[in-house]
């Protein structure tokens, strides 16, 4: 993980163990995390038709792995787990306001609440 920071590591007596046991590997692993990103900023540009061509394909590729209703759960888990905040959001939005998606949302989490 150290290898990927941008910042410099100090060690010392109160370091983790895994920390002193993989500090003289931590430049090796930096270096090569510099150049995998300096490679890829010098890739050419993905156009959006084409990032989402790509993306259809592969949703195509692995559809048979999708559990929708596994995604859905854990959909649900966040939503009930920040509806506040996303109410709250929703009632700030005009768009949303106008959709009443706020009002939505409660009922979708009241009516989910209530079979699980």
């Given at each position: 993980?150290?290898?990927?920071?941008?910042?410099?590591?100090?060690l010392?007596?109160?370091?983790?163990s895994?920390?002193?046991?993989?500090?003289?590997?931590?430049?090796?692993y930096?270096?090569?995390?510099?150049?995998?990103?300096?490679?890829?900023?010098?890739?050419?540009?993905i156009?959006?038709?084409?990032?989402?061509a790509y993306?259809?394909?592969?949703?195509?590729?692995?559809?048979?792995?999708?559990?929708?209703?596994?995604?859905?759960?854990?959909?649900?888990?966040?939503?009930?787990?920040?509806?506040?905040?996303?109410?709250?959001?929703l009632?700030?939005?005009?768009?949303a306001?106008?959709?009443?998606?706020?009002?939505?949302?409660e009922q979708?989490?009241?009516?989910?609440?209530?079979e699980?």
């Open positions: 993980m150290d290898s990927c920071s941008t910042s410099e590591h100090r010392g007596k109160d370091s983790p895994n920390k002193l046991l993989y500090a003289k590997d931590i430049p090796s930096k270096s090569w995390v510099e150049r995998y990103y300096a490679d890829i900023a010098k890739l050419p540009a156009s959006d038709q084409d990032m989402n993306l259809a394909e592969q949703s195509r590729l692995h559809a048979v792995e999708f559990n929708m209703l596994s995604a859905l759960n854990e959909i649900y888990s966040y939503v009930s787990k920040y509806s506040e905040e996303l109410i709250g959001a009632e700030q939005d005009e768009q306001r106008r959709q009443r998606l706020a009002y939505k949302v979708l989490i009241n009516a989910m609440s209530i699980s």
